[in-house]
C-alpha cells in the first residue's frame, strides 16, 4: 500500500505514517489510517513512548538459542530453568 506523498492532503509526513503502518500485517489502508490518526491525537510523550518501545524492542529483543521463543537473553527463561528436562525442548 502506498499513498501517494506528493498529493496527499496531509502532507508527505502522514502519508509515510499511514504507508509504514500499512505493512503491518493485518493492517489495511483504513486501519493504517486509524492508526496514524492516534498517533497525531497523542501527546508527543505518548508517541515518544510507542517509538521508544518499537526500537527497545527491535535492539533487545532476539531468538532463543535453544527453542526460538523471544528472549533478551541468549536463553529464555523456560531454557534456563533448571528445573526442567534440558533434552527436552
Known sequence: MKT???D???GKAVARLIDE??????????SAERL???VLASSTDEAN????????????VKRCSM???LTEDT???????TRRDQHIV
Open 4 to 6: 501517494e506523498t506528493q
Open 8 to 10: 496527499h492532503p496531509y
Open 21 to 30: 503502518f500499512g505493512k503491518l500485517p493485518g493492517i489495511g489502508r483504513k
Open 36 to 38: 496514524a490518526n492516534h
Open 49 to 60: 513512548s510507542l517509538a521508544d518501545a518499537i526500537r527497545l524492542v527491535k535492539t533487545n
Open 67 to 69: 527453542c526460538f521463543n
Open 75 to 81: 536463553l529464555c527463561r523456560i531454557c534456563r530453568d
